[in-house]
């Protein structure tokens, strides 16, 4: 494990107004003692110009270029702070690994967002989970009236590094994204997916084929209700200014609920079939349409409906063509959120799902900041109302015909313990295989999954890589193999490591034979680190 340690600047709390009212929230866990980490969520200045670190440990001198990660590193804009962890203004950071030495840079985007807020000294552009205020030097009446004016999607892409057609994007869930030049972190493009196809947003996780092929999703709104839309991007430009000309909706997929589509993180890919999961995590888009309004965020738009089904939606990506096996209709599976999948094969006759998931869906609501800043019992009980994240394989028959029994278990798979069993004509249910042994309850669960993704995505593989949960963030590393689900973990005491990126060896002949990159966080003052 070769850890990268960014450290942060002091912060000044200061005092926050209690709600008046308090929501009664399902206990979890017991965890007593967390330590603070309100310095995770202090504003930092970007460093544009390399600086030197010192290494602690040897760098293999294979590994070679930038490591680059993006996230929230601004929370306040003059005398106004944001709400949510999601809403910070992105910074770009660059770790570059040359011959064992690294030297790191930063640079925030340079966004509408981050300019019209740097420029007027307060926020400017709602996010996610604020609100921006009337504009203070407009008069009454046009402050009345900007209240009906439909919120501005903001163009912060503060979730992740992506890449179309060779170029470097960083993107967050709306429909922007800016090209960034990996060598100076500069922003040199702003790309709207709505100028090429008719989506109102995509997901900051798409999957790539070997050619280079990327395949993504996003929502689109009409008059008939809300779709799901596989957006396909072709592998490489024809003209060196291009960005994502050529790009087609492979399919879209109605909405269960018109006005009230499913929240979405990611998706699951395949070889040959690209798997949407329609959790019950809803977004009311009368109330997100409407949130300047009501004073409202999006984020108060988006709630947790556990009495509706989980549905799985199967697309073969040669045709686009639905569940094309199962007589036009579902794989179900039971109330659940998932952020994150970590991968998709087909074995015999079969599609198999792992995913980071768990049985709760109101995580969203315990990562508004003054949470993450809170300390003692008040941090504990953020903690305790927040579901644990497990991993979980589910196994889906890809053919269900008029042959297909009813009320038995349909895999026949040696050594899966996960369940199909078709309910109805249309409707198979299917119940997950836990991942994990025992073990990982000590850790606290397991997200932000990662694989040797270039030569073992939508393959049978044996490893998967994430961060433990023992705290609101990762504060562990975890190896999981899959023969026999044993742990490797690496932890330490005051340490938060981020999402784990697997580098393979240039001469690796084993699916784990290389290094895990992680970005490791020091809220407080830690004095040795021990690798």
């Given amino acids: 494990v070769i850890c990268l340690r960014v450290p942060v600047m002091d912060w000044n709390p200061v005092q926050l107004k209690k709600s008046k009212s308090r929501k009664i929230r399902k206990r979890f866990t017991d965890a007593h003692g967390l330590p603070c980490i309100e310095n995770i969520v202090t504003s930092v200045d970007d460093t544009p110009e390399p600086i030197s670190t010192n290494i602690i440990g040897t760098i293999p001198n294979w590994i070679n270029g930038n490591f680059l990660r993006n996230g929230p590193g601004k929370f306040e804009i003059g005398n106004q702070r944001f709400n949510h962890w999601f809403d910070g203004m992105a910074l770009l950071h660059q770790f570059k690994l040359t011959n064992g030495e690294v030297t790191y840079k930063s640079r925030f985007l340079s966004s509408d967002s981050y300019q019209s807020n740097k420029e007027y000294n307060r926020i400017v552009v709602s996010e996610f989970g604020t609100v921006t205020m009337p504009d203070p030097c407009k008069n009454f009446f046009q402050r009345f ?12 892409a503060n979730v992740s590094f992506v890449r179309y057609k060779g170029d470097f994007y960083v993107s967050t869930e709306t429909n922007v994204m800016h090209k960034v030049d990996p060598e100076t972190l500069e922003t040199t493009k702003k790309v709207n997916w709505s100028d090429f196809i008719a989506v109102n947003g995509a997901t900051a996780h798409p999957h790539t084929e ?6 993504n999703m996003g929502n689109s709104y009409s008059r008939k209700g809300a779709y799901y839309n596989i957006i396909r991007v072709p592998p490489s430009k024809n003209a060196e200014e291009e960005t994502l000309e050529g790009t087609t909706i492979l399919c879209s997929i109605p909405s269960m609920e018109k006005t009230k589509p499913s929240y979405y993180h990611s998706f699951a890919m395949s070889e040959n079939y690209v798997v949407f999961i329609e959790q019950p995590i809803k977004m009311d888009l009368l109330k997100i349409a409407t949130c300047k309004l009501t004073r409202k965020s999006i984020k108060d738009g988006i709630s947790w409906d556990p009495k509706l089904n989980t549905i799985f939606h199967v697309i073969h990506k040669p045709t686009g063509k639905v569940n094309s096996r199962l007589l036009s209709g579902a794989y179900l599976a039971k109330p659940l959120s998932t952020f994150h999948q970590i991968n998709a094969y087909e074995e015999d006759g079969f599609l198999i799902i792992d995913m980071c998931a768990s049985d709760d869906g109101q995580a ?10 809170k300390s003692g019992e008040a941090l504990d009980e ?13 196994v889906l028959p890809l053919t269900v015909d008029s042959h297909t029994p009813y009320n038995q278990n349909l895999i026949n798979l040696p050594n899966s313990t996960a369940t199909s069993i078709r309910i109805d004509e249309n409707k198979v249910l299917c119940t997950h295989e836990d991942l994990h042994g025992e073990d990982l309850l000590h850790y606290g669960g397991l997200e932000f999954p990662q694989i040797n993704y270039g030569k073992f995505n939508t393959h ?3 490893f998967f890589y994430g961060c433990g949960f023992r705290h609101l963030v990762g504060d562990s590393l975890i190896k999981m193999d899959l023969h026999g689900k044993i742990m490797k973990v690496w932890e330490q005491p005051g340490l938060y490591p981020s999402e784990p990126i697997f580098v393979p060896a240039p001469d690796a002949t084993e699916e784990d034979g290389g290094v895990i990159l992680s970005v490791v966080v020091t809220p407080n003052a830690v004095s040795d680190i021990k690798l």
């Fill in 145 to 156: 009236l900007s209240r009906f004016e439909l919120p501005k999607p903001s163009d912060n």
């Fill in 382 to 394: 953020v903690y305790n109302t927040l579901c644990r994240v497990f991993p979980r394989r589910f």
């Fill in 460 to 462: 049978p593989y044996q």
């Fill in 210 to 215: 070997p050619d280079g092929t990327t395949f």
């Fill in 364 to 373: 969203i609501a315990n990562y508004n900041i003054q949470n993450l800043r």
